[in-house]
């Protein structure tokens, strides 16, 4: 027997319900919907909060008070691990002779040259690179070549080329500071947004206006990302270049102390290292906070 | 006003009255594939023309081209010299105040004062010393349509300005845009897929079918009671079904 059409109709017209009919009521599910309780801090959190500048201080001074302890105890032999006092003493004695001082002058000297060499070599050559077709062909696959090489293997040739006076160690600086400056600002010149050059260009901006309104601009963060690798390139090489026949530097006082085997100097070389290397990376942090005030990043919770 | 001819033969004006935008047989094809087909156009100084089209139809295509950032298309095609251009994206500069986007490559000296002015009328001067990132969407795009206004433009290019914005802040922006256009009698060309905002603001509607103007259609929608009027529901439908949404309709 075939199927009633009557009731055929009714079936396509319980799916597809017409304005006139009423909606079907709403029935509930006879399953309980699982909830869940979420924390709500209403705005007291934040007062609870350890100041940052604190929260970065701990790991340093955990560690110090680790080591005075070990050293107070007397676990580890004195000749391989003096105590944080001892390295206070060795820097205050070295300080009230004026060792400490040259070395300390000699080695900024250098670092700062070859950092401000290095910058302007790696920047200028970014801004060739990264504005021009021509400059990208000329200059970048140049650079990636180059790159490879490991910078230290360049020292012999330095020396053979400029000897091995100050004008060698602060090549090797600036060459080790150029390539970080000059990879991140050309990615970052041409990662600048199309669409915004192109607004730039349908507001009138000339040439010079879009590279100094918009695409300059635009490239300062990639840029302070290479400046922060080439500030720990510096220092790495800075290391090397004292090495070399160098009569200063607080490589070379490294290195004389090893050969006196006072691990106190050796450890206070570390810990200035370590001191510069902080304030520059906090000079960076605060030429960010002027720079990219226009950002709003995630900023961690 | 003046006319810059990109690529002139002949330059009689059919019309009258002066117009903003005169295109005769404009192609543009990429890779051989034809997106614009012979399109024929002549915007009136002053004129408010809705330019629709499914995606792909090529009308962003179009107004690239009026804009001058697609230089390879073929045809006959005069544009006012005075012209500016709305994003869907507003496209500020990040690293720019509010101010210095509105002022953006303009050379004079009372650009500031003019920028202000032009921040007052779209209701953002007290934002001007602000960085684009604390702006709301419609507040960005507002700085948008202050940045293209105050080059006082014979002819304001609207690429999907409101697509982004919810639909509150979106009926606020055609008030707005309605009360600018008012004050200053720009051509505009708004590029939109909806086709209630181009009943609501427009003169003249225009669909982009195939790469030509498959309609071309006075708006008669009464425009201080566009829901109201029955020429809405009629003119709304005859849209949609040349946009090949007939299902809608019904």
Known sequence: MSPNPATVTSLALARLPTTESAPPPRVAPDKPVPLEDLRLSGGRRARRQVPPALLRLAA???FLAIWQVVAALDLVDSRSLTSPLAVIEAAASLWSVGDLQRHLLASLYRVVWGLALGIASGLSLAIVAGLFR?????????????????????????ILWMGIGEPAKIALIVLGVTFPVYMNSFAAIRGVDQKLVEAGQAFGLSRWGLVRRVILPGAVPGFLVGLRWALGAAWLL??????????????????????WNRADIIILGLVIYGTFGFAGDQLIRLIERFALSWRKGFQGA | MSILPLRSSDTTLERADPLAVRIKGLQRAFDGRAVLYGVDLDVGAGEFVALLGRSGSGKSTLLRILCGFDTEADGVLQVARQRSIVFQEPRLQP?????????????????????????????????????????????????????ALVREPDLLLLDE?????????????????RTLCEAHRPAVILVTHDVDEAITLADRILVLKEGRISLDMENRVSQRSVRTDPVFERQRAQLLNELGVADAVA
């Open chain 1, 60 to 62: 340093p001074l955990g």
């Open chain 1, 134 to 158: 021509w400059g990208e062909h000329v200059v970048d696959s140049s650079m990636n070549i180059v790159r490879m090489v490991p910078v230290i293997a360049l020292l012999p040739l330095i």
């Open chain 1, 238 to 259: 800075l290391f090397f270049a004292e090495q070399i026949n160098a009569d200063r530097g607080i490589g070379y006082l490294i290195n004389q102390a090893q050969s």
């Open chain 2, 95 to 147: 690293w720019l105040r509010v101010l210095d986007n509105v002022t953006l490559g303009l050379r004079d000296r009372d650009a500031a004062e003019r920028g202000r002015l032009a921040l007052d009328e779209v209701g953002l001067l007290p934002r001007a010393r602000d960085w684009p990132v604390t702006l709301s969407g419609g507040e960005a795009q507002r700085v948008g349509l202050a940045r």
């Open chain 2, 161 to 177: 300005p409101f697509g982004a914005l919810d639909a509150l802040t979106r009926l606020r922006m055609h008030a707005l845009l």
